[in-house]
Protein backbone atom coordinates (compact mmCIF):
# COMPACT_ATOMS: atom_id res chain seq x y z
CA UNK A 1 0.00 0.00 0.00
CA UNK A 2 3.03 2.38 1.13
CA UNK A 3 4.98 1.52 -2.11
CA UNK A 4 1.60 1.88 -3.93
CA UNK A 5 1.21 5.78 -3.14
CA UNK A 6 5.09 6.17 -3.06
CA UNK A 7 4.99 5.49 -7.36
CA UNK A 8 1.90 7.90 -7.49
CA UNK A 9 3.77 10.60 -5.68
CA UNK A 10 6.83 10.30 -7.96
CA UNK A 11 4.60 9.85 -11.22
CA UNK A 12 2.76 13.00 -10.48
CA UNK A 13 5.96 15.20 -9.04
CA UNK A 14 7.68 13.83 -12.65
CA UNK A 15 4.74 15.18 -14.71
CA UNK A 16 4.31 18.71 -13.44
CA UNK A 17 8.03 19.18 -13.67
CA UNK A 18 8.56 22.30 -15.41
CA UNK A 19 10.39 22.39 -18.92
CA UNK A 20 13.46 24.67 -18.54
CA UNK A 21 13.61 27.02 -21.92
CA UNK A 22 16.49 27.30 -24.13
CA UNK A 23 19.44 28.93 -23.21
CA UNK A 24 19.71 32.36 -25.59
CA UNK A 25 22.41 32.72 -27.79
CA UNK A 26 25.67 34.84 -26.95
CA UNK A 27 24.75 37.89 -29.56
CA UNK A 28 21.36 38.41 -27.89
CA UNK A 29 22.12 37.67 -24.40
CA UNK A 30 24.91 40.60 -25.20
CA UNK A 31 22.61 42.88 -26.97
CA UNK A 32 20.02 42.67 -23.92
CA UNK A 33 23.29 43.50 -21.60
CA UNK A 34 25.55 45.76 -23.70
CA UNK A 35 22.78 48.90 -22.84
CA UNK A 36 22.54 48.57 -18.97
CA UNK A 37 26.06 50.26 -18.58
CA UNK A 38 27.17 53.72 -17.18
CA UNK A 39 28.20 54.66 -20.34
CA UNK A 40 25.58 53.47 -22.87
CA UNK A 41 21.60 53.82 -22.77
CA UNK A 42 19.31 51.89 -25.34
CA UNK A 43 17.39 55.54 -25.84
CA UNK A 44 20.17 57.63 -26.60
CA UNK A 45 21.40 54.57 -29.35
CA UNK A 46 17.94 54.26 -30.43
CA UNK A 47 17.35 58.31 -30.98
CA UNK A 48 20.97 58.92 -32.20
CA UNK A 49 21.78 55.55 -34.42
CA UNK A 50 25.05 54.78 -32.16
CA UNK A 51 26.51 54.79 -28.69
CA UNK A 52 27.13 57.87 -26.98
CA UNK A 53 29.48 58.46 -23.75
CA UNK A 54 27.97 59.69 -20.50
CA UNK A 55 30.12 62.64 -21.05
CA UNK A 56 28.66 63.16 -24.60
CA UNK A 57 25.34 63.41 -22.95
CA UNK A 58 26.23 65.37 -20.36
CA UNK A 59 27.61 68.08 -23.09
CA UNK A 60 24.37 67.59 -25.24
CA UNK A 61 22.34 68.93 -21.67
CA UNK A 62 24.89 71.95 -21.73
CA UNK A 63 23.91 73.14 -25.20
CA UNK A 64 20.63 72.58 -24.64
CA UNK A 65 20.63 74.94 -21.95
CA UNK A 66 22.09 77.15 -23.54
CA UNK A 67 19.66 77.17 -26.58
CA UNK A 68 16.91 78.15 -23.78
CA UNK A 69 18.42 81.02 -23.15
CA UNK A 70 19.42 81.80 -27.07
CA UNK A 71 15.55 81.72 -27.80
CA UNK A 72 14.78 84.79 -26.38
CA UNK A 73 17.13 87.08 -28.50
CA UNK A 74 15.50 88.85 -30.96
CA UNK A 75 14.40 87.41 -34.33
CA UNK A 76 16.99 88.99 -36.62
CA UNK A 77 19.39 86.56 -34.80
CA UNK A 78 19.34 82.86 -36.60
CA UNK A 79 21.07 80.43 -35.12
CA UNK A 80 22.45 77.07 -36.30
CA UNK A 81 23.30 74.01 -33.63
CA UNK A 82 25.69 71.26 -33.60
CA UNK A 83 27.60 71.84 -36.99
CA UNK A 84 30.28 69.48 -38.33
CA UNK A 85 33.00 70.90 -40.20
CA UNK A 86 35.60 68.56 -41.87
CA UNK A 87 38.42 69.14 -44.35
CA UNK A 88 42.00 67.26 -44.81
CA UNK A 89 41.08 64.63 -42.30
CA UNK A 90 40.20 67.52 -39.56
CA UNK A 91 36.97 67.77 -38.27
CA UNK A 92 35.74 70.60 -35.76
CA UNK A 93 32.24 70.61 -33.69
CA UNK A 94 30.47 74.00 -33.03
CA UNK A 95 27.63 73.95 -30.42
CA UNK A 96 26.25 77.33 -31.94
CA UNK A 97 26.39 79.84 -34.61
CA UNK A 98 24.36 83.11 -34.37
CA UNK A 99 24.18 85.16 -37.32
CA UNK A 100 22.87 88.92 -36.39
CA UNK A 101 22.48 92.04 -38.42
CA UNK A 102 25.80 93.19 -35.83
CA UNK A 103 27.87 89.89 -37.03
CA UNK A 104 28.74 86.31 -36.14
CA UNK A 105 28.91 84.52 -32.70
CA UNK A 106 30.34 81.65 -32.23
CA UNK A 107 29.69 79.86 -28.92
CA UNK A 108 30.81 76.70 -27.14
CA UNK A 109 29.28 75.51 -24.03
CA UNK A 110 30.76 73.50 -21.34
CA UNK A 111 29.38 71.34 -18.78
CA UNK A 112 31.57 71.16 -16.03
CA UNK A 113 31.40 71.16 -12.52
CA UNK A 114 34.25 72.05 -9.65
CA UNK A 115 36.53 74.74 -9.90
CA UNK A 116 37.67 75.96 -13.04
CA UNK A 117 40.69 78.64 -13.40
CA UNK A 118 42.59 79.65 -16.35
CA UNK A 119 44.08 82.45 -18.47
CA UNK A 120 43.79 83.35 -22.32
CA UNK A 121 47.11 82.31 -22.60
CA UNK A 122 47.46 79.41 -21.41
CA UNK A 123 47.03 76.33 -24.02
CA UNK A 124 45.54 74.39 -20.24
CA UNK A 125 43.27 74.74 -17.73
CA UNK A 126 42.28 73.17 -14.66
CA UNK A 127 39.20 71.94 -13.15
CA UNK A 128 39.58 71.26 -9.24
CA UNK A 129 36.74 68.51 -7.90
CA UNK A 130 36.85 68.16 -4.70
CA UNK A 131 40.02 66.11 -3.91
CA UNK A 132 40.76 65.47 -7.94
CA UNK A 133 42.75 68.19 -9.85
CA UNK A 134 42.74 67.82 -13.98
CA UNK A 135 43.41 69.66 -17.26
CA UNK A 136 41.71 69.90 -19.84
CA UNK A 137 42.38 72.52 -23.46
CA UNK A 138 42.33 75.97 -23.08
CA UNK A 139 38.77 76.39 -24.76
CA UNK A 140 39.49 79.92 -25.85
CA UNK A 141 42.19 78.91 -28.42
CA UNK A 142 40.30 75.83 -29.83
CA UNK A 143 37.24 78.58 -30.49
CA UNK A 144 39.90 80.68 -32.83
CA UNK A 145 40.65 77.77 -34.68
CA UNK A 146 37.26 77.09 -34.95
CA UNK A 147 36.36 80.55 -36.64
CA UNK A 148 39.59 80.36 -38.63
CA UNK A 149 38.30 77.32 -40.43
CA UNK A 150 34.77 78.89 -40.61
CA UNK A 151 36.16 81.59 -42.55
CA UNK A 152 37.53 79.32 -45.04
CA UNK A 153 34.89 76.82 -45.47
CA UNK A 154 32.11 79.53 -46.14
CA UNK A 155 34.38 81.97 -47.88
CA UNK A 156 33.09 84.50 -45.32
CA UNK A 157 34.28 88.41 -45.67
CA UNK A 158 36.80 89.72 -43.49
CA UNK A 159 34.70 92.94 -43.08
CA UNK A 160 32.12 90.87 -41.07
CA UNK A 161 33.39 90.26 -37.63
CA UNK A 162 33.21 87.43 -36.05
CA UNK A 163 32.88 87.14 -32.19
CA UNK A 164 34.02 83.83 -30.11
CA UNK A 165 32.16 83.18 -26.60
CA UNK A 166 32.93 80.38 -24.38
CA UNK A 167 30.13 79.63 -21.94
CA UNK A 168 30.02 77.48 -18.66
CA UNK A 169 27.01 76.25 -16.38
CA UNK A 170 25.85 77.43 -12.73
CA UNK A 171 26.85 74.20 -11.35
CA UNK A 172 30.81 75.29 -11.77
CA UNK A 173 32.59 78.23 -10.04
CA UNK A 174 34.47 80.29 -12.50
CA UNK A 175 37.63 81.56 -11.80
CA UNK A 176 38.79 82.73 -15.56
CA UNK A 177 39.37 86.76 -16.27
CA UNK A 178 38.22 86.94 -19.29
CA UNK A 179 35.51 88.86 -21.60
CA UNK A 180 35.13 85.83 -24.08
CA UNK A 181 34.02 83.62 -21.23
CA UNK A 182 30.28 83.51 -19.29
CA UNK A 183 27.88 81.39 -17.48
CA UNK A 184 25.34 80.31 -19.25
CA UNK A 185 22.78 82.49 -18.20
CA UNK A 186 24.60 85.70 -19.07
CA UNK A 187 25.86 84.89 -22.13
CA UNK A 188 22.34 86.49 -24.12
CA UNK A 189 22.65 89.99 -21.72
CA UNK A 190 26.13 90.16 -22.88
CA UNK A 191 25.37 89.18 -26.70
CA UNK A 192 22.67 92.23 -26.84
CA UNK A 193 24.77 94.57 -24.69
CA UNK A 194 27.43 93.92 -27.20
CA UNK A 195 25.02 94.15 -30.31
CA UNK A 196 23.66 97.63 -29.30
CA UNK A 197 27.61 99.44 -29.51
CA UNK A 198 27.80 97.37 -32.68
CA UNK A 199 26.63 98.98 -35.94
CA UNK A 200 24.94 96.35 -38.62
CA UNK A 201 26.75 95.20 -41.20
CA UNK A 202 24.36 92.59 -42.54
CA UNK A 203 21.26 93.11 -44.24
CA UNK A 204 18.45 90.38 -44.09
CA UNK A 205 19.37 88.89 -47.78
CA UNK A 206 22.92 88.61 -46.69
CA UNK A 207 22.06 86.96 -43.55
CA UNK A 208 20.42 84.28 -45.89
CA UNK A 209 22.67 83.99 -48.06
CA UNK A 210 25.34 83.17 -45.39
CA UNK A 211 22.98 80.43 -43.59
CA UNK A 212 22.88 78.47 -46.89
CA UNK A 213 26.65 79.09 -46.61
CA UNK A 214 27.40 77.42 -43.42
CA UNK A 215 24.81 75.15 -44.12
CA UNK A 216 25.84 73.55 -47.20
CA UNK A 217 29.57 73.04 -45.42
CA UNK A 218 27.79 70.72 -42.45
CA UNK A 219 28.46 67.33 -42.62
CA UNK A 220 25.66 65.69 -42.10
CA UNK A 221 26.38 62.04 -42.87
CA UNK A 222 25.67 59.86 -39.89
CA UNK A 223 28.91 57.71 -40.53
CA UNK A 224 31.35 60.67 -40.50
CA UNK A 225 29.25 61.74 -37.56
CA UNK A 226 30.07 58.42 -35.96
CA UNK A 227 33.52 58.56 -36.76
CA UNK A 228 34.19 61.79 -35.61
CA UNK A 229 32.52 60.67 -31.85
CA UNK A 230 34.56 57.51 -31.78
CA UNK A 231 37.87 59.43 -32.75
CA UNK A 232 37.17 61.68 -29.80
CA UNK A 233 36.46 58.82 -27.11
CA UNK A 234 40.02 57.59 -28.39
CA UNK A 235 41.77 61.03 -27.56
CA UNK A 236 40.14 61.27 -24.39
CA UNK A 237 41.37 57.25 -23.57
CA UNK A 238 45.11 58.33 -25.29
CA UNK A 239 45.39 61.72 -23.66
CA UNK A 240 43.74 61.38 -19.81
CA UNK A 241 45.20 63.26 -17.38
CA UNK A 242 48.58 62.00 -15.64
CA UNK A 243 51.29 63.30 -14.00
CA UNK A 244 53.23 65.76 -15.29
CA UNK A 245 50.34 67.98 -17.01
CA UNK A 246 49.87 70.10 -13.85
CA UNK A 247 53.48 72.33 -13.46
CA UNK A 248 54.17 75.37 -11.74
CA UNK A 249 53.36 78.55 -13.77
CA UNK A 250 57.67 79.75 -12.94
CA UNK A 251 59.60 77.17 -13.78
CA UNK A 252 57.08 74.49 -15.19
CA UNK A 253 58.12 72.23 -13.18
CA UNK A 254 56.02 68.78 -12.68
CA UNK A 255 53.47 69.18 -9.80
CA UNK A 256 51.23 66.75 -8.36
CA UNK A 257 47.50 67.19 -7.72
CA UNK A 258 48.19 67.77 -3.37
CA UNK A 259 50.15 70.50 -3.87
CA UNK A 260 48.18 72.07 -7.09
CA UNK A 261 44.91 71.38 -4.81
CA UNK A 262 46.77 73.15 -1.82
CA UNK A 263 47.13 76.40 -4.24
CA UNK A 264 44.12 76.59 -5.69
CA UNK A 265 42.37 76.62 -2.19
CA UNK A 266 44.06 79.45 -0.81
CA UNK A 267 43.43 82.35 -3.30
CA UNK A 268 44.77 84.96 -1.12
CA UNK A 269 48.43 83.99 -1.24
CA UNK A 270 48.73 82.76 -4.85
CA UNK A 271 45.73 83.95 -6.56
CA UNK A 272 44.12 81.27 -8.35
CA UNK A 273 47.78 79.76 -9.74
CA UNK A 274 49.68 77.08 -9.04
CA UNK A 275 52.97 76.91 -7.43
CA UNK A 276 56.11 74.28 -7.08
CA UNK A 277 56.50 73.76 -3.08
CA UNK A 278 60.34 76.02 -3.82
CA UNK A 279 58.00 78.90 -4.91
CA UNK A 280 54.94 78.32 -2.91
CA UNK A 281 57.77 79.34 -0.03
CA UNK A 282 58.80 82.44 -1.67
CA UNK A 283 55.03 83.89 -2.83
CA UNK A 284 54.28 82.95 0.96
CA UNK A 285 57.46 85.31 2.01
CA UNK A 286 56.06 87.95 -0.48
CA UNK A 287 52.46 87.54 0.84
CA UNK A 288 54.02 87.95 4.90
CA UNK A 289 56.05 91.00 3.77
CA UNK A 290 53.42 92.62 2.08
CA UNK A 291 50.84 92.47 4.85
CA UNK A 292 53.51 93.64 7.11
CA UNK A 293 54.06 97.14 5.45
CA UNK A 294 50.12 97.88 5.41
CA UNK A 295 49.79 97.26 9.17
CA UNK A 296 48.48 93.55 9.17
CA UNK A 297 52.15 92.03 10.07
CA UNK A 298 52.83 89.70 13.07
CA UNK A 299 54.36 92.57 15.29
CA UNK A 300 52.12 93.22 17.88
CA UNK A 301 51.28 96.88 19.09
CA UNK A 302 54.00 98.54 21.81
CA UNK A 303 52.41 98.70 25.27
CA UNK A 304 53.15 102.57 25.04
CA UNK A 305 50.99 103.28 22.48
CA UNK A 306 48.41 101.04 24.60
CA UNK A 307 48.83 103.06 27.74
CA UNK A 308 47.92 106.04 25.72
CA UNK A 309 44.84 104.67 24.53
CA UNK A 310 43.93 104.33 27.30
CA UNK A 311 44.69 107.46 28.89
Not at 66 to 86: D, K, M, Q, T, Y
Not at 175 to 202: E, H, R, T
Not at 269 to 274: G, L, M, R
Request: charged share 30%; net charge positive.
Amino acid sequence: MTRGIALFFWNRKKATKKISPEPEAAQEVWQRKKYRTNYYTYNSAKERGSLRSKKQRKHEIGEYKLEVGLAHLPRCFRRLSNLLLGTKGRFHQIDHVLISPYGIFLLEANNLSGLIVGEETESKWYQAITWRVKTFPNPIMENQVRVQMLQELAGLDQTIPVFSYVTFNRSCSLKVFSGMVFYDIDLPASIMQLAQNQPAVLSDEEILELVERIEKINLTDLGLRNEYAARQRRERMQYRPKYGDIRCSICQKAVNERMARYCLNRPEKFAWKIYCEKHQREMTRVVRREGGREGHGPYPESTDSKKESMD
